[in-house]
T-cell receptor, first 114, second 113 residues
Framework: ETGVTQTPRHLVMGMTNKKSLKCEQH?????MYWYKQSAKKPLELMFV???????ENNSVPSRFSPECPNSSHLFLHLHTLQPEDSALYLC?????????????FGDGTRLSIL | QQQVKQSPQSLIVQKGGISIINCAYE??????FPWYQQFPGKGPALLIA?????SEKKEGRFTISFNKSAKQFSLHIMDSQPGDSATYFC????????????FGSGTRLSIRP
């Protein structure tokens, strides 16, 4: 596989469930990101990991918990979500540490909260 | 300061016409300006990007025009084709560290055959 792979592609869960989103990048990049994409709103950066270390948390509620065990994998653990959390969650990766490098996105997980 | 304003929100262009999408930013620290193209069910994909030391960059039918003094940049799609129908996002990125990138709100482009 190449690029950035996200699983599952679709997820429906109740507000009391616990689930995890997975992202894997095969590009050899050292930075990974979680974004939230809602209708008619700009992409919202949630978390940034650089060399497995979290470098940014954009005031994301604690019901979202990221995990980056290595430079190729990124998880987003979800618990006690709210209906307004329904959105497309995108993972991206990039190569940091030099000239600006573009971010490469996965195709996202469509999350629906019942 | 951190916003990137994008317009229009939606755009309909006849096949063969020129599609133009505009973006404006405030923060002069931004020094990399990519455009992303997103098809339904897919993640955004890099289309073309520019650094502020040049005023124009062209790749095939896609051109970025950049006005540093006005803090504005635009995407021009020449000879627009139905396959160009997608949502386009401009972005502004700050050099250094893990990329600080701010996205515009997107433009939904439809090309009529």
């Amino acid at each position: 596989e190449t690029g950035v792979t996200q699983t599952p592609r679709h997820l429906v869960m109740g507000m009391t469930n616990k689930k995890s989103l997975k992202c894997e990048q095969h590009l050899g990049h050292n930075a990974m990101y979680w974004y939230k994409q809602s209708a008619k709103k700009p992409l919202e950066l949630m978390f940034v990991y650089n060399f497995k270390e979290q470098t940014e948390n954009n005031s994301v509620p604690s019901r979202f918990s990221p995990e980056c065990p290595n430079s190729s994998h990124l998880f987003l653990h979800l618990h006690t979500l709210q209906p307004e959390d329904s959105a497309l969650y995108l993972c991206a990766s990039s190569q940091e540490g030099g000239n600006n490098q573009p971010q490469h996105f996965g195709d996202g997980t469509r999350l629906s909260i019942l | 300061q951190q916003q990137v304003k994008q317009s229009p929100q939606s755009l309909i262009v006849q096949k063969g016409g020129i599609s133009i999408i505009n973006c404006a930013y405030e923060n002069t620290a931004f020094d990399y300006f990519p455009w992303y193209q997103q098809f339904p069910g897919k993640g955004p994909a890099l289309l073309i990007a520019i650094r502020p030391d040049v005023s124009e960059k062209k790749e095939g039918r896609f051109t970025i025009s950049f006005n540093k003094s006005a803090k504005q940049f635009s995407l021009h799609i020449m000879d627009s084709q139905p396959g160009d129908s997608a949502t386009y996002f401009c972005a502004a990125q700050i050099v250094g560290g893990a990329s600080k990138i701010i996205f515009g709100s997107g433009t939904r482009l439809s090309i009529r055959p």
